[in-house]
């Protein structure tokens, strides 16, 4: 592997396991404000879940162009020593 697939490796394991405490506070907050019944907790974590669902689709997106970008300088490469090997 190289450089830049390290670290985008890095860096997808960094988003998720941010996004993993983000969802562990969500539920322990969700299941504090039901015993509470506290509706404006529960519109909170509303949008909360909202953000999240934002932030992980962002997140796909950047790792699908991230993932292009990786694999185009393999194919750049690949045509320039064909045009040597001629």
Wanted: hydrophobic letters at 35%; charged letters at 30%; glycine letters at 6%.
């Amino acid at each position: 592997m190289w450089a830049p697939n390290l670290m985008a490796k890095a860096y997808e394991t960094q988003i998720s396991a941010e996004l993993q405490l983000f969802q562990d506070r969500t539920y322990e907050l969700e299941a504090r404000a039901r015993g509470e019944l506290a509706q404006g907790v529960i519109d909170t974590i509303h949008h909360l879940k909202a953000q999240k669902q934002l932030i992980e689709r962002k997140g796909q997106a950047l790792k699908a162009s991230g993932d292009a970008k990786f694999g185009q300088p393999k194919l750049r490469s690949t045509r320039r020593s064909a045009r040597r090997t001629k």
